[in-house]
Structures are given as structure tokens and as C-alpha cells.
């Protein structure tokens, strides 16, 4: 017969097994869901004068509303679907395109969270809620505007107005370039 101690020390080891094997049970039924991963070809621009000529839409704009995570149909197969964040722009400043300063237009980003499963592009990085920053945007009749790059196409503007570019993006953009690619904008 054994002693007390080590029924104690069997009923301890038997009560943590059995809360390991519940929350295994648990998380294979749906608690913990896997990511799913995107890998996009983007354009890689060398210079702020490609930038400009490839974007049907050159804007500065704040950002009015933090981005909300919806699945859209964006071209291929009728079945494809990909998971976006979309994101409301308030435009200060037109340089070129067909929009005016005060339009609110959606811009929409590959990835998000969506029905507790996240969506990744590693390449991107979202724009933050109430930054303004210089956007080389591409346009569609039928969905939010996009990037043209996740990390070339957005230029976040520092406390001067100054379009900075984010860690990784080798392009520089500056009033001088903007004034000489957009006169009297």
C-alpha cells in the first residue's frame, strides 16, 4: 500500500495531465486557429520619379478611421477571395489624380484578422489612424484604392510636413521632388 504522500503526489500528476490533455482537446477543436500567410509580388521602384508615373493617384492624406478587416474578390478565379484592412483617407492634398482636397476615399491593405483567423503579408505595414502621409495609390471603379508598394507607397509626414520613408524603403521623396513632379499642387 502506498503512502499517503504518494497518493497526494499521483493525484496531482493525474489532475495536471488531465488539464494539459483538455486544453490539447480544446485547442485541435478550433480554440487556436492557424495564420494564414500571403506572399505578393510587388512592383520595387528605384526612384521617386517611377513612383510617381506609376500611381494613378498621388496624395497626402490623414488617415480618418482605423482600418476594418473584410474579405474581398480582387480579380483570378471567381472563388478567390483575400482578406484586406481597409482604412478611410481624409485628402489635404492633391498631386495627382482625380480627387480634390476634402474627399474621403477607402485604401485598402493585404491582411487583417478576420472571423479570429489572421491573414499576414509580411511586407506590409499598416497605416495608423489620425497619421498623415504622402500616398502613391493605383484606383478601381469597383474597390478601395491600394498601394502601390506596402512599404514604398507610403511616406508617413513628420511635424514639417516632411514625407519620410519607412525602415526597409530605399527611395526618399522631398518637397523639392513633389514640387517639380506636381507643379502648383
Given at each position: 500500500?502506498?503512502?499517503?504522500?504518494?497518493?497526494?503526489?499521483?493525484?496531482?500528476?493525474?489532475?495536471?495531465?488531465?488539464?494539459?490533455?483538455?486544453?490539447?482537446?480544446?485547442?485541435?477543436?478550433?480554440?487556436?486557429?492557424?495564420?494564414?500567410?500571403?506572399?505578393?509580388?510587388?512592383?520595387?521602384?528605384?526612384?521617386?520619379?517611377?513612383?510617381?508615373?506609376?500611381?494613378?493617384?498621388?496624395?497626402?492624406?490623414?488617415?480618418?478611421?482605423?482600418?476594418?478587416?473584410?474579405?474581398?474578390?480582387?480579380?483570378?478565379?471567381?472563388?478567390?477571395?483575400?482578406?484586406?484592412?481597409?482604412?478611410?483617407?481624409?485628402?489635404?492634398?492633391?498631386?495627382?489624380?482625380?480627387?480634390?482636397?476634402?474627399?474621403?476615399?477607402?485604401?485598402?491593405?493585404?491582411?487583417?484578422?478576420?472571423?479570429?483567423?489572421?491573414?499576414?503579408?509580411?511586407?506590409?505595414?499598416?497605416?495608423?489612424?489620425?497619421?498623415?502621409?504622402?500616398?502613391?495609390?493605383?484606383?478601381?471603379?469597383?474597390?478601395?484604392?491600394?498601394?502601390?508598394?506596402?512599404?514604398?507607397?507610403q511616406f508617413?509626414?513628420?511635424?514639417?510636413?516632411?514625407?519620410?520613408?519607412?525602415p526597409g524603403?530605399?527611395?526618399?521623396?522631398?518637397?523639392?521632388?513633389?514640387a517639380r513632379?506636381?507643379?502648383?499642387?
Amino acid at each position: 500500500m502506498r503512502d499517503t504522500g504518494e497518493l497526494t503526489q499521483l493525484r496531482s500528476r493525474a489532475a495536471l495531465l488531465g488539464v494539459v490533455l483538455c486544453a490539447l482537446f480544446v485547442a485541435a477543436c478550433g480554440g487556436a486557429k492557424e495564420p494564414v500567410y500571403y506572399h505578393a509580388d510587388w512592383q520595387v521602384f528605384d526612384s521617386t520619379d517611377a513612383l510617381f508615373e506609376s500611381a494613378g493617384l498621388v496624395v497626402e492624406a490623414t488617415i480618418a478611421r482605423p482600418g476594418v478587416t473584410d474579405e474581398l474578390h480582387i480579380g483570378g478565379e471567381p472563388d478567390e477571395t483575400s482578406v484586406y484592412t481597409i482604412f478611410e483617407v481624409a485628402v489635404t492634398r492633391v498631386l495627382k489624380g482625380d480627387a480634390a482636397v476634402g474627399d474621403r476615399f477607402k485604401v485598402k491593405q493585404l491582411g487583417g484578422e478576420l472571423d479570429g483567423v489572421k491573414h499576414i503579408d509580411e511586407e506590409t505595414v499598416y497605416l495608423a489612424p489620425q497619421k498623415s502621409y504622402l500616398l502613391f495609390l493605383e484606383t478601381y471603379p469597383d474597390s478601395p484604392a491600394s498601394l502601390l508598394n506596402p512599404i514604398q507607397a507610403q511616406f508617413p509626414l513628420n511635424a514639417a510636413g516632411d514625407p519620410t520613408s519607412l525602415p526597409g524603403n530605399d527611395v526618399t521623396v522631398t518637397k523639392t521632388d513633389l514640387a517639380r513632379l506636381a507643379p502648383g499642387a
